[in-house]
T-cell receptor, first 116, second 111 residues
Framework: ETGVTQTPRHLVMGMTNKKSLKCEQHLGHNAMYWYKQSAKKPLELMFVYSLEERVENNSVPSRFSPECPNSSHLFLHLHTLQPEDSALYLC???????????????FGPGTRLTVL | EDKVVQSPLSLVVHEGDTVTLNCSYEVTNFRSLLWYKQEKKAPTFLFMLTSSGIEKKSGRLSSILDKKELFSILNITATQTGDSAVYLCAVVRGNTGKLIFGQGTTLQVKP
């Protein structure tokens, strides 16, 4: 247990569905991240939130929409996804995004998403 | 363009062997280098390296960073089947805290 939880753990959805992934961290961290891990590819950073403000968006398609209502919760809203969006979506948190905090990110267990 | 390259991409050894995993990088404004172990789902943190030449050690695992030659190695001695996993190297870039991951090395340890 890393102190970062994600729900659901598995999700199957059609291309016309709307769903949301949830991440919660119990570590008192100030920064949270969404990553995508596709088969045989490196981890891809999608979004970074620091103190609830989005600070980096790595040119992710608009069908992925993040939301960070507070420093402990992070959502990824999904709509009209494509089959190539099927992947493992990982949430992570760190003490601080930059500066005086540590750089170590602690990952949740991930959500395995399948888009039919 | 920033990049992190790991080698080998996959490795099969027998229990008791010693392995060395490599990670080289070209990253603007390097801040630190992290090693993770990923078995089923989420990566688990192993080491964070910021200074050259200082070995970090945890049990049978150790790692060192060379900031002049821009690489790091992860050593595992007396390997066990439980060491089978994907080992990820990531570099933290400058003030953004952005993590750039390598492709990973898949290690399989046979009994």
């Amino acid at each position: 247990e890393t102190g970062v939880t994600q729900t659901p753990r598995h999700l199957v959805m059609g291309m016309t569905n709307k769903k949301s992934l949830k991440c919660e961290q119990h570590l008192g961290h100030n920064a949270m991240y969404w990553y995508k891990q596709s088969a045989k590819k490196p981890l891809e950073l999608m979004f970074v939130y620091s103190l609830e403000e989005r600070v980096e968006n790595n040119s992710v398609p608009s069908r992925f929409s993040p939301e960070c209502p507070n420093s402990s919760h992070l959502f990824l809203h999904l709509h009209t996804l494509q089959p190539e969006d099927s992947a493992l979506y990982l949430c992570a948190s760190s003490q601080d995004r930059a500066g005086g905090g540590t750089d170590t990110q602690y990952f949740g267990p991930g959500t395995r998403l399948t888009v039919l | 363009e920033d990049k992190v390259v790991q080698s080998p991409l996959s490795l099969v050894v027998h229990e008791g062997d010693t392995v060395t995993l490599n990670c080289s990088y070209e990253v603007t404004n390097f801040r630190s280098l992290l090693w993770y172990k990923q078995e089923k789902k989420a990566p688990t943190f192993l080491f964070m390296l910021t200074s050259s030449g200082i070995e970090k050690k945890s049990g049978r695992l150790s790692s060192i960073l060379d900031k002049k030659e821009l690489f790091s190695i992860l050593n595992i001695t007396a390997t066990q089947t439980g060491d089978s996993a994907v080992y990820l190297c990531a570099v933290v870039r400058g003030n953004t805290g952005k993590l750039i991951f390598g492709q990973g090395t898949t290690l399989q340890v046979k009994p």
